[in-house]
């Protein structure tokens, strides 16, 4: 079976990340929410897994990422975490657990990295947040960034279309990226805007910029497991490329295994005791 093949088993850390975009090495990076699919991910050779707050549509069946919880996003970190031995574990910090003040974010985020074990987290926004990502990246732990589409701020945009067209947001998009670089967070996460700006960002700043739906100028890509397995239906935006077609692979499968209860073929004199 054909497949990633490095012998680098080193497990990932966020400075060897900014070493990979200094020698051009792109990096690779996906979610996983539990302990076997991480296990999988993991020994194929991923570079960075992010428990992604996406665990609300694609694992809890929501419409948005609003309703996750901390004690969700730390249940699916630990399961994660137990999973990993090389990939770099960025945990998601979930709506409504740092938008309130620097206090209650640098609380949860010991809260997430205590409980889960995981390296790193991830928090959406610039300017409106950035006390707070100051505050806990003062108290060690690392941070990631997320700009462009930000997922958590739906209500406001009412709509998932592409970000940052316009000039003033995509200034403001810049500007914020360098706040975030100057803040300490590690690498940022560019979600849903144009190539041209994105390829912009990355050459600006030192820190690698990780994009989805943000073309092939930025240092690395993350996609949604589950939507590049193709587990997920009906969810086709234009950056997806579906590697498997799990969905028809895990049907035909659960068939077969109907049609042989049903017929009394399984089990048979093997096995059983
Ligand atoms: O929650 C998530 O899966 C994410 C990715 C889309 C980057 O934030």
Do not use: W
Not at 32 to 57: E, F, K
Not at 99 to 119: T, V
Not at 202 to 222: N, W, Y
Request: net charge negative; charged share 20%; aromatic share 6%.
């Amino acid at each position: 079976m054909a497949g990633y093949i490095s012998n680098d088993n080193r497990k990932v850390t966020t400075h060897r990340l900014i070493e990979m975009k200094q020698r051009g090495e792109k990096i690779s990076m996906l979610t996983s929410y539990d302990y076997t699919t991480a296990q999988i991910v993991d020994q194929a050779g991923i570079d960075v897994i992010l428990v992604g707050d996406s665990a609300s549509n694609v694992m809890a069946g929501n419409v948005t990422t609003l309703p996750m919880t901390l004690e969700q996003m730390i249940y699916h970190g630990k399961s994660v975490v137990r999973g990993v031995k090389r990939a770099l574990v960025v945990v998601d910090m979930p709506f409504g657990s740092y938008q309130g003040n620097e206090l209650e974010g640098l609380s949860s985020a010991i809260r997430i990295m205590k409980e889960s074990h995981a390296d790193a987290l991830k928090m959406e926004g610039g300017e409106e947040i950035i006390d707070t990502v100051k505050r806990i990246i003062s108290a060690g732990i690392p941070v990631m960034g997320h700009l462009g589409l930000m997922p958590q701020s739906i209500n406001r945009y009412g709509t998932y279309t592409v970000r940052a067209k316009d000039e003033s947001e995509a200034n403001k998009l810049i500007q914020d990226a360098h706040l975030l670089e100057e803040a300490g967070c590690f690498g940022i996460v560019l979600e849903k805007i144009p190539a041209s700006l994105a390829a912009r960002v990355a050459k600006e700043v030192s820190i690698p910029i990780i994009g989805i739906g943000a073309g092939g100028g930025v240092d690395g890509q993350v996609l949604v497991v589950t939507d590049m397995l193709g587990m997920t239906n009906g969810f086709s935006p234009r950056f997806l490329r579906r590697y498997a077609n799990l969905n028809e692979v895990m049907t035909q499968a659960i068939g077969r295994y109907i049609e042989d209860v049903k017929s009394c073929d399984f089990p048979n004199e093997k096995e059983q005791y």
